[in-house]
């Protein structure tokens, strides 16, 4: 019965991806065009999957416009020059003056008899509370830079720059960035000993499927993550058979699209092995005997997996890979199932304790979409002016083109002769015409060139007033450019100017900020879970390494997650302005000059 139920598992939850794939459509057709504009053929626009962008027939010469490749460059080499400065600050309590507890901090004054009366008690157990919040206070200050140590090693040792900078570059293509936080081993020695680092590696949100019934990507109950490798890896990975794997291969290439034809472009060949396409759910609605549509006489054997599980399917195989039908078949404990089974259905790193962001990814959106969990491109509300350009730039290209042919018109009277001269090449680049004097007709008469009519200015004039109209749609201003049409004729002017256009990039950075204040929360977190002594004893020293196995080690998650507070410095990711910090330099040597020079005489020639 566990094997049957097992299987209905698997077929419910690869019937909810299918379900979020066809959820997640308008947000992927976006996507697609935004990035075939960024890199796709130049024949792409004019016939995709047999959609027409324009009635007439194609031009002659097509081109593209490409203002997405020139917004990329633009705003994401702004906002993530560098690894961002990560800050780790532990919550402290509010001071509680004892007069506020009604407490009386002066000792009593004695009675008539001249003998002191005994203290308050409640004023020793004040002093008793005030002595263990410092000493927690001062432990936890010197947890939070142990733990501030290690976030900043990681982002340099893991590359976390370039996987930054790929998600930066797809969120402003496509509209979303992930960045998925793991355990990866690294090599310590010669001998292959390894320890674990976390760190947060890119993955394209293509393979990210979240739950349908969900308005806003904080009520989803569930994501899963696609996953594409081969075959004899995923076997290892979760003991398997790879054998079992292979019904894999023709289930996956078999499978349809939406609207039942055939779907080719699925399955990811393999040139060097065979591949298989699974998928790892993170649910917090249960193992999957909750989901509509499951069988009843199968909901009892999974109630007891609680409901924050951890599953792995791919189609074609009718168990999850990360339940084996031997642990299914394992004698069960007082839960009526094995204990192994609830132990790999536990999720690998449990984020899902993390109020704030639940899920092991961390999304980068600077375009959030009311009601709908999928955000929108930057590149969107552009895209009209876009195709409209490609459109006219490559008709006024094939214009060009058959502007610089030279139609001759020949009196059919002038003979095959006349003909063969005109077309005749000539080194010297000039061609002699000889004409009969029989025809009685002059050279006007007889050979004519015909005037094409020029390019009305007023093409030009319209596609420039699109160009507008998408620059500031996407903030490709000529600001952004570092240009301007007209002198500035003022400072102030200039101020104003430098202001507007560092609007969006600002807003941009600070989304981008948050977003790395998340993945450091995150990779605390997972250090926290995974990380022994050992495997930080390289990165805080032997000292360090002693904190993390007597006190870090303890701590709960919750405290992690939420006691303390970690940030990245302002402005610490973005290019740095070297003409603005000189200027600010300079500034404060004017403000600080003349104080400091009246310390001098008074012997104060030390750091203040």
Same mark, same amino acid.
């Given at each position: 019965?566990?094997?049957?139920?097992?299987?209905?598992?698997?077929?419910?939850?690869?019937?909810?991806?299918?379900?979020?794939?066809?959820?997640?459509?308008?947000?992927?057709?976006?996507?697609?065009?935004?990035?075939?504009?960024?890199?796709?053929?130049?024949?792409?626009?004019?016939?995709?999957?047999?959609?027409?962008?324009?009635?007439?027939?194609?031009?002659?010469?097509?081109?593209?416009?490409?203002?997405?490749?020139?917004?990329? /460059?633009?705003?994401?080499?702004?906002?993530?020059?560098?690894?961002?400065?990560?800050?780790?600050?532990?919550?402290?309590?509010?001071?509680?003056?004892?007069?506020?507890?009604?407490?009386?901090?002066?000792?009593?004054?004695?009675?008539?008899?001249?003998?002191?009366?005994?203290?308050?008690?409640?004023?020793?157990?004040?002093?008793?509370?005030?002595?263990?919040?410092?000493?927690?206070?001062?432990?936890?200050?010197?947890?939070?830079?142990?733990? $501030?140590?290690?976030?900043?090693?990681?982002?340099?040792?893991?590359?976390?720059?370039?996987?930054?900078?790929?998600?930066?570059?797809?969120?402003?293509?496509?509209?979303?960035?992930?960045?998925?936080?793991?355990?990866?081993?690294?090599?310590?020695?010669?001998?292959?000993?390894?320890?674990?680092?976390?760190?947060?590696?890119?993955?394209?949100?293509?393979?990210?499927?979240?739950?349908?019934?969900?308005?806003?990507?904080?009520?989803?109950?569930?994501?899963?993550?696609?996953?594409?490798?081969?075959?004899?890896?995923?076997?290892?990975?979760?003991?398997?058979?790879?054998?079992?794997?292979?019904?894999?291969?023709?289930?996956?290439?078999?499978?349809?699209?939406?609207?039942?034809?055939?779907?080719?472009?699925?399955?990811?060949?393999?040139?060097?092995?065979?591949?298989?396409?699974?998928?790892?759910?993170?649910?917090?609605?249960?193992?999957?005997?909750?989901?509509?549509?499951?069988?009843?006489?199968?909901?009892?054997?999974?109630? $007891?997996?609680?409901?924050?599980?951890?599953? &792995?399917?791919?189609?074609?195989?009718?168990?999850?890979?990360?339940?084996?039908?031997?642990?299914?078949?394992?004698? $069960?404990?007082?839960?009526?199932?094995?204990?192994?089974?609830?132990?790999?259905?536990?999720?690998?790193?449990?984020?899902?304790?993390?109020?704030?962001?639940?899920?092991?990814?961390?999304?980068?959106?600077?375009?959030?979409?009311?009601?709908?969990?999928?955000?929108?491109?930057?590149?969107?509300?552009?895209?009209?002016?876009?195709?409209?350009?490609?459109?006219?730039?490559?008709?006024?290209?094939?214009?060009?083109?058959?502007?610089? /042919?030279?139609?001759?018109?020949?009196?059919?009277?002038?003979?095959?002769?006349?003909?063969?001269?005109?077309?005749?090449?000539?080194?010297?680049?000039?061609?002699?015409?000889?004409?009969?004097?029989?025809?009685?007709?002059?050279?006007?008469?007889?050979?004519?060139?015909?005037?094409?009519?020029? &390019?009305?200015?007023?093409?030009?004039?319209?596609?420039?007033?699109?160009?507008?109209?998408?620059?500031?749609?996407?903030?490709?201003?000529?600001?952004?450019?570092?240009?301007?049409?007209?002198?500035?004729?003022?400072?102030?002017?200039?101020?104003?100017?430098?202001?507007?256009?560092?609007?969006?990039?600002?807003?941009? $950075?600070?989304?981008?900020?948050?977003?790395?204040?998340?993945?450091?929360? /995150?990779?605390?977190?997972?250090?926290?879970?995974?990380?022994?002594?050992?495997?930080?004893?390289?990165?805080?020293?032997?000292?360090?390494?002693?904190?993390?196995?007597?006190?870090?080690?303890?701590?709960?998650?919750?405290?992690?997650?939420?006691?303390?507070?970690?940030?990245?410095?302002?402005?610490?990711?973005?290019?740095?302005?070297?003409?603005?910090?000189?200027?600010?330099?300079?500034?404060?040597?004017?403000?600080?000059?003349?104080?400091?020079?009246?310390?001098?005489?008074?012997?104060?020639?030390?750091?203040?």
């Amino acid at each position: 019965q566990i094997e049957d139920g097992l299987r209905a598992i698997c077929t419910s939850w690869l019937s909810k991806i299918k379900q979020s794939k066809r959820h997640k459509k308008p947000f992927d057709d976006d996507a697609r065009e935004a990035m075939n504009f960024f890199d796709g053929s130049n024949n792409w626009f004019w016939r995709d999957q047999g959609v027409d962008y324009s009635r007439m027939g194609p031009p002659s010469f097509r081109m593209q416009i490409n203002k997405v490749f020139e917004a990329v /460059k633009l705003f994401g080499s702004v906002i993530y020059h560098r690894n961002p400065v990560r800050t780790v600050t532990a919550k402290k309590f509010p001071v509680v003056s004892p007069e506020s507890l009604n407490i009386n901090p002066e000792p009593p004054p004695p009675d008539p008899a001249g003998m002191q009366a005994p203290p308050d008690p409640r004023l020793e157990q004040y002093m008793q509370i005030s002595a263990q919040v410092s000493k927690a206070e001062t432990t936890r200050k010197t947890v939070s830079e142990v733990i $501030a140590s290690y976030l900043n090693y990681t982002p340099n040792e893991l590359d976390l720059k370039e996987n930054a900078r790929k998600a930066v570059d797809e969120s402003i293509i496509k509209g979303m960035g992930l960045l998925w936080t793991e355990l990866v081993d690294t090599e310590k020695n010669e001998s292959g000993e390894t320890y674990g680092m976390i760190g947060s590696f890119f993955d394209s949100c293509d393979n990210l499927f979240l739950d349908p019934d969900a308005d806003e990507q904080e009520d989803c109950l569930w994501s899963a993550r696609r996953c594409v490798h081969p075959i004899k890896d995923v076997a290892a990975k979760y003991g398997l058979d790879p054998s079992e794997l292979k019904g894999h291969l023709e289930s996956y290439a078999g499978e349809l699209n939406s609207d039942g034809t055939p779907n080719r472009k699925k399955r990811r060949a393999g040139k060097t092995n065979d591949l298989i396409v699974y998928y790892k759910i993170y649910s917090k609605t249960g193992f999957g005997s909750t989901l509509k549509g499951f069988p009843k006489e199968y909901k009892q054997l999974f109630e $007891a997996l609680g409901d924050n599980c951890y599953i &792995v399917v791919a189609e074609g195989v009718d168990y999850p890979l990360n339940v084996t039908k031997d642990i299914a078949l394992e004698p $069960a404990d007082e839960t009526g199932l094995p204990n192994s089974l609830f132990t790999r259905t536990r999720w690998p790193i449990p984020f899902h304790l993390d109020g704030s962001n639940p899920w092991p990814w961390t999304a980068l959106q600077f375009h959030r979409k009311p009601g709908y969990i999928w955000p929108i491109s930057h590149i969107k509300p552009g895209i009209s002016e876009l195709r409209f350009l490609n459109w006219a730039m490559s008709f006024l290209s094939t214009r060009v083109m058959t502007s610089c /042919k030279t139609t001759v018109t020949v009196a059919k009277a002038a003979g095959e002769d006349i003909k063969d001269q005109l077309v005749k090449h000539e080194e010297s680049g000039f061609s002699i015409l000889e004409l009969s004097e029989t025809l009685g007709r002059s050279v006007n008469d007889i050979v004519s060139v015909l005037q094409m009519p020029e &390019v009305t200015p007023e093409l030009w004039k319209i596609i420039d007033a699109v160009s507008q109209m998408f620059d500031k749609a996407t903030g490709l201003t000529e600001l952004a450019y570092g240009m301007t049409r007209n002198q500035y004729r003022s400072a102030a002017e200039a101020q104003v100017k430098a202001e507007a256009i560092s609007v969006r990039p600002d807003d941009m $950075a600070n989304v981008l900020e948050d977003t790395m204040s998340c993945v450091a929360r /995150k990779e605390a977190l997972a250090a926290r879970w995974l990380l022994q002594p050992q495997d930080v004893a390289p990165v805080v020293g032997p000292l360090g390494a002693e904190l993390w196995g007597q006190y870090i080690s303890g701590i709960d998650v919750h405290v992690i997650a939420r006691e303390f507070d970690y940030r990245v410095e302002a402005g610490s990711a973005r290019k740095p302005n070297k003409a603005a910090e000189v200027e600010k330099m300079g500034m404060a040597v004017q403000t600080l000059a003349p104080v400091l020079q009246g310390l001098v005489p008074m012997g104060v020639v030390g750091p203040l």
